[in-house]
């Protein structure tokens, strides 16, 4: 079994930063994509960044130029780095990573969400 675990959501003012952390466990061979998606109040859920196995990156035009991502596969963990935080990117954040827990097997993980309010 496999689960995501998130951290570092909170209150931050505008024009703040906060880093969320999504650290996976259980059986696993390798991960594949690791990304962070978003769902604000009566939105839909979306991308904000996801990050391939080789580093490829792909980033919201919203978050581009202020959002940074990145992984540590030693330690099965990705980073979203948040800079220059507007009231606009208040949501909950949800971790979601393509596991290969055994050969010719896949799953799609998700995290349990994060919030992050953005308010002075």
């Known amino acids: 079994q496999v689960q995501l675990v998130e951290s570092g959501g909170g209150l931050v003012q505008p024009g703040g930063s906060l880093r969320l952390s999504c650290a996976a466990s259980g059986s696993i061979l390798r991960i594949n994509n690791l990304g962070w998606y978003r769902q604000a109040p009566g939105k839909e859920r979306e991308l904000v960044a996801v990050i391939s196995s080789r580093s490829d990156r792909n980033i919201a035009d919203s978050v581009k130029g202020r959002f940074t991502i990145s992984r540590d596969n030693a330690k099965n963990t990705v980073y979203l780095q948040m800079n220059s935080l507007k009231p606009e990117d208040t949501a909950v954040y949800y971790c979601?990573?393509?596991?290969?827990?055994?050969?010719?097997?896949?799953?799609?993980?998700w995290g349990q969400g994060t919030l992050v309010t953005v308010s002075s």
């Open positions: 979601n990573a393509q596991v290969v827990p055994r050969v010719y097997s896949v799953l799609e993980i």
